[in-house]
């Protein structure tokens, strides 16, 4: 491969790694313009869509356009910065065209963070920790616990099998809030059990894409922040609907 | 000021931060930003001003803290400025719309002006709160983020 086409190739991947990783439209452009520029192309320009990525290198008088299949679905903020400190670092110490190979290959096949039982069960303590923000009780809030805990797992085991988001994301807002319903009524909670459901669905917030949708209409990426805020809703909704099943059954109980 | 119930701020976001794989080190200072946030909000609010106008302060010092602090310690901005708001999400307000709309569908006609007055004022409200949170957090990375990341390298002496 060229030089040019290295840069072109190792961008593509840059950016491929950041759209994955949950960075929004205007991180992935400056972190693929800058590496390509790193690696001696004399100008660059990227394109993003919310499922693409793309881009055309210039170089003495010849140019090079390719492009991947890169959606902005995933987030591993752990991978933005060290993709951050390969970008700065190609800059800085001019490392060569097969060390940023290396080290993107290091960083694609890096270790998770957390185990996933560790995330699970700190997402039923978030949302305890959202009914107690909300005026729960002790019993509501182990209801809450154990709800999110559950519904986490729901989302965990159908997002694996490559459900859309609005079977995963109301079956998993069903399982919580029916397990905090169900609950609060054998119980007899009564209206206690409100703080406690409110709390219950909010582990599904697709806090991640509102944020990146709101940055890129802030950053004139009309397109791409109406894609990632149309997703949002859509995930808000799902759960609204899997809440609303859940305490409609619980209604109708014995 | 009660500050206690500001604490379970800092155990909401501990879920979130973890989905979002945030390195482990910055663990303690996204529990931190979300606590001082939540703080800040409460203040705010016990000041008089609306929720939305609350939470958008305390979500622009979680913008401009998360545009200061990570250039400093070299991560991505978006691991000290996503996370820390999560916790500020009007969750009663949403409960209390989604319920209102669920009890339009079988009230009488008496009750339901009533019932979409509710449910219009905790929309809104929920809604721009929303909406202040994500603008709040996010402006401040985008229009003062790079001079910050830029003064924070260049060092005192030089930045004068």
Redesign the interface.
Known sequence: MTGLGDALDLSLEVGELVQLSGGHTSLTVDHMERMASALGAQESHARISSVNVAMTVFDEGENLTAGRHAQHLGINFNTLTLLKRLVADTEEHRLSASQVRSRLTLIRNSAKVYPTWSVMLALGGSSAAFAALFGAQAAAMALVLLGGWAGAWVRHGLVARRLKPFVAVTSAAFTSAFIVAAGGHWLGLGDEVNPALAASTLFLVPGVPMLNGTADLLTAHYLNGVVRLAMSAVIIGSAAVGLTVAVSLVDVLP | MTWA?SL?????????A???????RTLPGIVALAIAAHLVRTAVLELGAPLPTASFVAAVLVGLTAALIAPRT???T??Y???P???L?P??Y???A??GI?ALTSSNEADSAAIVDTVMVDGSIATLT?VAL??G???P??IVGRHLARLVRAGPSEAQ
């Open positions: 119930p379970w701020a800092g155990l909401a976001v501990l879920g979130f973890m989905v979002f794989s945030v390195p482990r070299n991560q991505a978006p691991i400025a996503f996370a708001v999560i916790p999400i969750g009663t949403m409960f209390e989604l319920t669920l929303i994500a603008v957090t996010i402006s990375t985008l």
